[in-house]
């Protein structure tokens, strides 16, 4: 099946700073990708939609100016999480899709992001 | 309300013996329904999908089923292994050819026992 690589698998950073988790489709081109939060215990929250060349979609009340989305290029996609605080901490995934329809979509293995 | 509801929320069941778990939709238009398998602290990995028309698929242990007009789905699974612990999560797809959105179920946390 197609692979998505997500990277860092974990990673700590101090409060009010910032870091990038990056989602790449290594065998295909993924035209979207999406993004998500899990809280322990809950399932996978969308965050925001991907789609290459454009401006991400954003899900309501999620911060477009904290959680930067960037998509350059059909197999890369990054998440930037911007002056962090604890309460960002959290589990995040992408998928990426490789289609415009209602394709299956592959998800990366997630982020674990703790900010101390 | 497009929701997705998975049930039980937990299960603990011993080594070798067979469980089912359950999945009602209210999503329309349908599109899909999927399966997939997330471990602890990994992304999770889709055992089945399946449109409209499709009753019934298999993925080894794994077979789910779909009743399009009780909107009802199961996930069966069949002589688990200390393995199959992890989240099951039920999967709808909502749309048509005018665009898709995906709605999540909670999930539900399998544990095998030995």
């Known amino acids: 099946g197609a692979v998505v690589s997500q990277h860092p698998s974990r990673v700590i950073c101090k409060s009010g700073t910032s870091v990038k988790i990056e989602c790449r489709s290594l065998?295909?081109?993924?035209?979207?990708m999406f993004w998500y939060r899990q809280f322990p215990k809950q399932s996978l929250m969308l965050m925001a939609t991907?789609?290459?060349?454009?401006?991400?979609?954003?899900e309501q009340g999620v911060e477009k100016d904290k959680f930067l989305i960037n998509h350059a290029s059909l197999t890369l996609s990054t998440l930037t999480v911007t002056s962090a605080h604890p309460e960002d901490s959290s589990f995040y995934i992408c998928?990426?899709?490789?289609?415009?329809?209602?394709?299956?979509?592959?998800f990366g293995q997630g982020t674990r992001l703790t900010v101390v | 309300k497009n929701q997705v509801e998975q049930s039980p929320q937990s299960l603990i069941i011993l080594e070798g013996k067979n469980c089912t778990l359950q999945?009602?939709?209210?999503?329309?238009?349908?599109?899909?329904l999927r399966w997939y398998k997330q471990d602890t602290g990994r992304g999770p990995v889709s055992l089945t999908i399946?449109?409209?028309?499709?009753n019934t698929k298999s993925n080894g242990r794994y077979t789910a089923t779909l009743d399009a007009d009780t909107k009802q789905s199961s996930l069966h699974i069949t002589a688990s292994q200390l393995s199959d612990s992890a989240s099951y999560i039920c999967?709808?797809?909502?749309?048509?050819?005018?665009?898709?959105?995906?709605?999540f179920g909670a999930g539900t946390r399998l544990f095998v026992k030995a």
């Open positions: 399946m449109t409209f028309s499709e």
């Open positions: 999945c009602n939709y209210t999503v329309s238009p349908f599109s899909n």
């Open positions: 998928s990426a899709r490789p289609g415009s329809r209602d394709t299956e979509a592959f």
């Open positions: 999967v709808v797809s909502k749309g048509n050819t005018g665009g898709f959105k995906t709605i």
């Open positions: 991907s789609n290459e060349g454009s401006k991400a979609t954003y």
């Open positions: 065998d295909f081109q993924a035209t979207t």
